[in-house]
């Protein structure tokens, strides 16, 4: 298990992090993402951990707060030392009914802190996440109300999720212009069937310096090897029960189909392909992996030793590349001499 440096903290974190989505059950969505319980989820966390994972992710709208409450009772019953974990959860989302129960505004964002602490039974969280953009709430609102928490030690550093990269970047300058708490990282969906963040985010984030944690590294299931153009997963499996992230299924497919020659000739799952890619990709910090089973779980853990070589990584880029848009291909085609400049710089030619 290698270890990554936390957008520009100090901090390191494991390169998978255990997200706990599937904690809790509850109703409606939830109950069809995973119900585990506490028995169940604890061998999940001590299994992590005994890997050497080191960063566990989890939201207050997880199966309605259940999730926050079994990761941090696990915590507890595993009796694992409070520097031995970093602890991440997210804000934002409806966690009553009430017109002031959601968003990132100050109002909720100080309740959500107070709230989740209280179901993970610690003192602070290592990393607060916004879980969405807040049309209704000003960036500036937001970012201060973070600052607040960190300087009161309820929150140790802040990130967002599912934001776009002009978002980011208000905030990041709002942030330095008042001296206030920045984003550290960004949580956000990437997968060989959907590589668009690299458009605008990863640039972004390599500008920025943040870190990039990546949520649904399997596309909700469909990487994972139980699904192709004559396979369409189990009855009640989660792609068949909620169909989430949205995923253009054709190329999907042409990936799979690449994904699954690799696979076989390494004699490791389509999921292990999946994810070794993602962490082989320069932007990507840590990648959130969720599991029902130990053994969905150890196949997980089993990809940080898969290597990809140079050819596994250009047909993967191949079947997957994003078509061309603007102004990518127009900041391609002016920038080129200047990065070719840039590279004989940095890798001089021995004479």
């Known amino acids: 298990m290698r270890y990554n440096q936390l957008g520009r903290t100090g901090v390191f974190v494991s390169e998978l992090c255990l997200g706990t989505m599937t904690f809790g059950g509850g109703e409606g969505m939830w109950r069809q993402i ?19 994972i080191n960063f566990i992710d989890t939201a207050d709208v997880y199966a309605e707060g259940l999730s926050e409450q079994i990761t941090g009772q696990a915590l507890k019953n595993l009796k694992v030392p409070r520097d031995k974990v970093v602890v991440a959860t997210k804000v934002f989302g409806p966690t009553a009914e009430f017109p002031n129960a959601r968003g990132a505004s100050r109002y909720h964002i100080i309740d959500g802190i107070k ?16 879980h969405g953009f807040d049309p209704a709430t000003p960036i500036e609102e937001t970012v201060r109300a973070l600052d607040t928490l960190v ?38 969906y990437y997968t060989l069937a959907g590589r668009d963040l690299e458009r605008e985010l990863v640039p972004m984030l390599q500008s920025e310096g943040l870190g990039l944690m990546v949520w649904s ?13 004559e396979q369409q ?42 994810l070794a890619w993602l962490l082989h990709q320069r932007a990507v910090t840590t990648v959130i992996v969720g599991a029902k089973k130990i ?28 078509p061309a848009e ?13 990065r070719a400049q840039l590279e004989q710089v940095r890798h001089p030619v021995q004479r």
């Not at 992230?245 to 004699?267: F, L, N, Q, S, W």
């Open 326 to 338: 603007y102004p990518g291909w127009m900041l391609t085609r002016q920038g080129e001499a200047r």
């Open 233 to 274: 997963g189990e009855a009640g499996s989660r792609r068949t029960t909620f169909d989430f992230p949205p995923v253009d299924r054709e190329r999907a497919y042409d990936c799979i189909d690449v994904m699954r020659g690799i696979a076989e000739t390494k004699h490791v799952s389509v999921a292990q392909i999946a």
């Open 115 to 130: 709230a989740s602490l209280k179901r993970l039974q610690l003192d602070h969280v290592d990393l607060y996440q916004i």
């Open 151 to 188: 300087r009161h030690g309820h929150v140790r550093y802040v990130g967002v999720s599912n934001w776009a990269a002009w978002q980011i970047v208000k905030a990041l300058g709002i942030a330095e212009r008042l001296g206030l708490a920045r984003f550290e990282t960004l949580q956000a």
């Open 34 to 52: 995973g119900d585990l319980q506490q028995a169940d989820a604890e061998r999940l966390v001590g299994r992590a951990l005994d890997a050497g």
């Open 295 to 322: 053994e969905q779980l150890d196949d997980n853990i089993a990809a940080t030793q898969v290597s990809l070589t140079a050819d596994d990584l250009a047909k993967l880029d191949q079947v997957s590349t994003l």
């Open 217 to 229: 590294p399997l596309a909700g299931g469909l990487l994972s090897g139980k699904y192709g153009r």
